[in-house]
């Protein structure tokens, strides 16, 4: 199925029915008084996130959502029915904005999340309820509102732990594929990924977490540049970006230092939140070189580009804040397990600092009592 990301809709909600004009008749009962029922609710429309959805291609076929109008009143103190509401299943991830005013309309973030997306309208009122002691006979009623209506723009940011990050050709898709289930297509030419790819890295049967393969990028992807410009947006969900790095590129006139400049670059220029974002440098495709060659390209690497790697300081737990460097062969599967455990630790303590942040209470408010006193 093709990935789409990004589609625009137009939602109508139902019209509320309209309330009856009716009065008592029965036999004996000359004077039975009003009895005319409300009108039913319009149908609202409502986003549902799901995760067993991953795309928005079915809201690019079908690009109008319309409830059902509420059902008029009736006589004998019967009431409308209300309309059915319409669901649209949506993959989690999805930022519902407004297209006319640029709101924000919804963002779902967990599965089973549900948000309105246009109300219907309530049911006007009998004239049940304008009977009064002046006014026996009350021939009014109301009519039912009309049920909102707006054009939405939805656009879908794949939900991952852990992104990967790099130019075409080095070697994202495959270290997915080596250390997940995934199965993106690998070949031996650039922009062989045209769409996110998903994988579930798995260590246990309680440890596991969400790699996202990212299209290659190329310098001037922040104005549109290549494929990657797309989905940079696909990063900002992610809680650690891995950078990875081509160290024995085939084409010598590739410069794996001006390219790695490039990537970090392109993030500045799209968002400064992305480009302050944890990232580690990953040096793939070390088993294509002999040791001394691996150490001296390394070393001419963090010159050139000027990132210092100490070593991490983690005796007293995973050090959040330490840069990490990893040297590994996705495709020979070497230094893939340190890489992997050491993502493992990263999310557990992540997870474990945003949880006593939470659970730490407010400080108290600190009072000037000199003031107070003085008088």
């Given at each position: 199925?093709?990935?789409?990301?990004?589609?625009?809709?137009?939602?109508?909600?139902?019209?509320?029915?309209?309330?009856?004009?009716?009065?008592?008749?029965?036999?004996?009962?000359?004077?039975?008084?009003?009895?005319?029922?409300?009108?039913?609710?319009?149908?609202?429309?409502?986003?549902?996130?799901?995760?067993?959805?991953?795309?928005?291609?079915?809201?690019?076929?079908?690009?109008?959502?319309?409830?059902k109008n509420g059902e008029k009143?009736?006589?004998?103190?019967?009431?409308?029915?209300?309309?059915?509401?319409?669901?649209?299943?949506?993959?989690?991830?999805?930022?519902?904005?407004?297209?006319?005013?640029?709101?924000?309309?919804?963002?779902?973030?967990?599965?089973?999340?549900?948000?309105?997306?246009?109300?219907?309208?309530?049911?006007?009122?009998?004239?049940?309820?304008?009977?009064?002691?002046?006014?026996?006979?009350?021939?009014?009623?109301?009519?039912?509102?009309?049920?909102?209506?707006?054009?939405?723009?939805?656009?879908?940011?794949?939900?991952?732990?852990?992104?990967?990050?790099?130019?075409?050709?080095?070697?994202?898709?495959?270290?997915?594929?080596?250390?997940?289930?995934?199965?993106?297509?690998?070949?031996?030419?650039?922009?062989?990924?045209?769409?996110?790819?998903?994988?579930?890295?798995?260590?246990?049967?309680?440890?596991?977490?969400?790699?996202?393969?990212?299209?290659?990028?190329?310098?001037?992807?922040?104005?549109?540049?290549?494929?990657?410009?797309?989905?940079?947006?696909?990063?900002?969900?992610?809680?650690?970006?891995?950078?990875?790095?081509?160290?024995?590129?085939?084409?010598?006139?590739?410069?794996?230092?001006?390219?790695?400049?490039?990537?970090?670059?392109?993030?500045?220029?799209?968002?400064?939140?992305?480009?302050?974002?944890?990232?580690?440098?990953?040096?793939?495709?070390?088993?294509?070189?002999?040791?001394?060659?691996?150490?001296?390209?390394?070393?001419?690497?963090?010159?050139?580009?000027?990132?210092?790697?100490?070593?991490?300081?983690?005796?007293?737990?995973f050090d959040l804040n330490a840069?990490?460097?990893?040297?590994?062969?996705?495709?020979?599967?070497?230094?893939?397990?340190?890489?992997?455990?050491?993502?493992?630790?990263?999310?557990?303590?992540?997870?474990?600092?945003?949880?006593?942040?939470?659970?730490?209470?407010?400080?108290?408010?600190?009072?000037?009592?000199?003031?107070?006193?003085?008088?």
């Amino acid at each position: 199925m093709k990935f789409i990301d990004e589609a625009k809709i137009d939602v109508a909600a139902g019209r509320g029915g309209n309330g009856a004009v009716s009065f008592r008749r029965e036999k004996f009962v000359p004077r039975g008084g009003p009895d005319g029922g409300d009108g039913g609710k319009g149908g609202s429309v409502y986003a549902v996130a799901d995760e067993n959805v991953n795309t928005l291609v079915e809201y690019r076929f079908v690009k109008r959502y319309q409830a059902k109008n509420g059902e008029k009143g009736h006589g004998s103190d019967r009431y409308g029915a209300g309309a059915d509401d319409i669901e649209l299943k949506m993959p989690v991830g999805t930022l519902i904005r407004d297209a006319d005013t640029g709101e924000t309309v919804a963002d779902l973030t967990a599965h089973g999340q549900r948000v309105c997306l246009a109300r219907g309208g309530r049911g006007g009122l009998g004239n049940i309820h304008f009977k009064s002691s002046v006014n026996r006979a009350p021939k009014q009623a109301t009519p039912g509102e009309e049920g909102e209506a707006r054009t939405l723009l939805l656009e879908l940011k794949v939900l991952a732990d852990v992104g990967l990050l790099g130019m075409p050709n080095a070697g994202k898709s495959t270290l997915i594929r080596a250390v997940s289930a995934a199965r993106p297509k690998v070949a031996d030419y650039p922009f062989t990924t045209l769409h996110p790819n998903l994988g579930v890295v798995r260590l246990d049967d309680n440890n596991s977490f969400v790699m996202a393969d990212i299209p290659g990028l190329i310098e001037g992807a922040a104005e549109g540049a290549g494929l990657g410009h797309r989905f940079l947006r696909h990063l900002s969900r992610t809680g650690l970006l891995l950078h990875v790095v081509d160290l024995a590129p085939f084409d010598e006139s590739t410069d794996p230092a001006a390219e790695a400049l490039a990537i970090v670059g392109e993030l500045e220029k799209y968002s400064a939140d992305l480009a302050d974002k944890p990232r580690w440098l990953v040096l793939n495709k070390t088993d294509m070189l002999d040791e001394d060659e691996l150490e001296a390209r390394t070393a001419e690497f963090l010159q050139r580009t000027g990132w210092a790697f100490p070593p991490p300081d983690d005796r007293f737990g995973f050090d959040l804040n330490a840069p990490r460097l990893f040297r590994i062969s996705a495709l020979a599967h070497q230094g893939t397990q340190d890489l992997v455990h050491s993502i493992s630790l990263y999310l557990a303590e992540s997870k474990k600092l945003a949880a006593q942040q939470q659970a730490e209470p407010a400080a108290p408010v600190q009072t000037d009592t000199s003031v107070l006193q003085a008088e």
